[in-house]
């Protein structure tokens, strides 16, 4: 995880100073690191260019293949989820005295 990080991080830092201190435009860099990264993998994963996923609900997911039962499993984990991370901060900012702003908010 670490190791991801930091190839970002060095990743983010080419593209800025490409941009920043070269003057190039930021579409050009973006599109031309793109290009040369997905070479970089090619390089690593061989001539096949994708990983090989065995787990069948990934599979499925990607496929469009979830039973229905499935989806609506999945989108009421997705949708708890972030309805818990959203009253777990709202519940903070009140313990900590801080203004709680409502967690939807009207145009």
């Given at each position: 995880?670490?190791?991801?990080?930091?190839?970002?991080?060095?990743?983010?830092?080419?593209?800025?100073?490409?941009?920043?201190?070269?003057?190039?435009?930021?579409?050009?860099?973006?599109?031309?690191?793109?290009?040369?990264?997905q070479g970089v993998i090619l390089q690593l994963i061989g001539d096949g260019g994708t990983l090989?996923?065995?787990?069948?609900?990934?599979i499925a997911v990607a496929n469009g293949n979830l039973s229905t039962f499935g989806s609506w499993v999945l989108f009421v984990v997705g949708a708890g989820g972030y309805a818990a991370v959203l009253l777990n901060?709202?519940?903070?900012?009140?313990?900590?005295?801080?203004?709680?702003?409502?967690p939807v908010s009207c145009c």
């Open positions: 995880m670490l190791l991801a990080v930091c190839v970002g991080v060095v990743i983010g830092c080419l593209t800025g100073f490409a941009v920043a201190k070269l003057g190039m435009p930021s579409f050009v860099v973006t599109l031309a690191l793109f290009i040369a990264w090989g996923l065995r787990d069948e609900t990934l901060r709202q519940r903070s900012r009140r313990k900590l005295g801080l203004v709680a702003q409502p």
